[in-house]
């Protein structure tokens, strides 16, 4: 037995060995692609000429401006979630009804906007939302609206592009929530006389908000790192936080600047990751069956 035990124990450390030894080039990798740049960024953002410095933080506290873009980034990151979790709870809650195969097809519908690129939807949300576009015209012809709306180059515009690109990584995950769901419970509450409404309102609803949480913060998270639509489709009026550290690089090459408003990002975005680590498990809902 001992001699069994001692033989297990070498071979264990053995195989340990060597998933370090396969491993180490994807560490490596990660730490030179990731963290170099991040702890990189970090540095620049406590430099001024050479020296250590807190300007750059402080100018994002004195400068009313830079407050304005960061409370806009998080307004628009806030309603693009919420109306991706108006939208895309009903969507998840049907596509997990019906027969596997029709489920599949409509996943794959859903897929497809995968494959055209972000700039590319972009430019199709401006020409359905210009004053003479397929959306206006269909208002006027239906006489809910006598003119023109007039929503293109606004924080709508901007709100409606990125809610249909967010749209996905949110629906995505709460299916898979709701097709894991032990519907034996929405049986029994139904066996024992329980209406519809009041078997989703009071079994289904609960069980399935952390799926929809961890949907949730999928789309916020990506939400304010978000450029190119709020870009094209905010004609000049929108300004997220990723916008203005381009300006700040491209038109005044202050990398200072931009590093001090990339870490505030990253530090807001890591606060948000944590905080929904520690109210729910969010490893077992990205990976429910």
Known sequence: MAENAALLSRVERRNRLR??????????????????????????????????????????????SYRAILLQTFRVSVM????????????????????AKLAGLLLALILIPFWTST???SYAWLVL???????????????IMSGPL??????SAAVIGMTHIMLPFFVLPLYAGIRSFDWSLAHA????GAPPTSTFLRV??????PATFAGAVLVFVQCLGFYVTPAVLGGGNVTMVSMKIASNIEQYFDWGAASSYGMVLLICTLAILYTAHRLLDLNKVMTAR
């Not at 693009?80 to 027969?99: D, F, K, N, R």
């Open 19 to 64: 998933i370090g030894l396969l491993s180490a080039a994807a560490v490596l990798i990660v730490t030179v692609l990731l963290l170099l740049p991040i702890l990189w960024l970090f540095g620049l953002s406590f430099t001024q000429k050479g020296a250590f410095s807190l300007v750059h933080y402080q100018r994002l506290i004195d400068l009313p």
């Open 80 to 99: 693009v979630t919420a109306l991706s979790i108006i939208l895309g709870y009903p969507v998840a809650y049907m596509i997990a009804q019906l027969p």
């Open 204 to 209: 289904f609803l609960p069980l399935s908000l």
């Open 150 to 155: 007039n929503v293109l180059f606004t924080e």
């Open 119 to 121: 700039l590319v939807r």
């Open 129 to 143: 939302l210009r004053d003479q576009g397929p959306v206006n015209e269909a208002l006027v012809w239906t006489g």
């Open 189 to 192: 509450a139904t066996s024992l």
